[in-house]
């Protein structure tokens, strides 16, 4: 059974930074690419950040460059997100996912939610003063 679990949330004031974590388990993490996502209270489900199966590309949406940072450690089976300089803006809850990638490019990231086929429970995250 697949299993991504998510950690690291909470409430921190407006700058402050945080580490997202998300320990995977029944698969081969070194086989999937992995995302962040992220939802807001009405809002659609976005990328946050995205890292390719073994490569170490990366992606990250519009509003989190240069503030975030994903990385992956295959040996451990984790993908984790830096989170700096946090704006109220990023209050949402935030997802793990995982995208089986055994036959593509290496290379590949994906940002369509549609792409991935395990996910997290999700972590909340609160920016507020």
């Known amino acids: 059974q697949v299993q991504l679990v998510e950690s690291g949330g909470g409430l921190v004031q407006p700058g402050d930074s945080l580490r997202l974590s998300c320990v995977t388990s029944g698969l081969t993490f070194s086989w999937y690419a992995m995302g962040w996502f992220r939802q807001a209270p009405g809002k659609e489900r976005e990328s946050v950040a995205a890292i390719s199966r073994s490569d170490g590309r990366t992606d990250y949406g519009d509003s989190v460059k240069g503030r975030f940072t994903i990385s992956r450690d295959n040996a451990k089976n984790t993908t984790s997100l830096q989170m700096n300089s946090l704006k109220p803006e990023d209050t949402a809850v935030y997802y793990c996912?995982?995208?089986?990638?055994?036959?593509?490019?290496?290379?590949?990231?994906?940002?369509?939610?549609?792409?991935?086929?395990?996910w997290g429970q999700g972590t909340q995250v609160t920016v507020s003063s």
């Open positions: 996912a995982a995208k089986r990638n055994l036959y593509g490019n290496i290379s590949n990231v994906y940002t369509l939610p549609a792409s991935y086929d395990h």
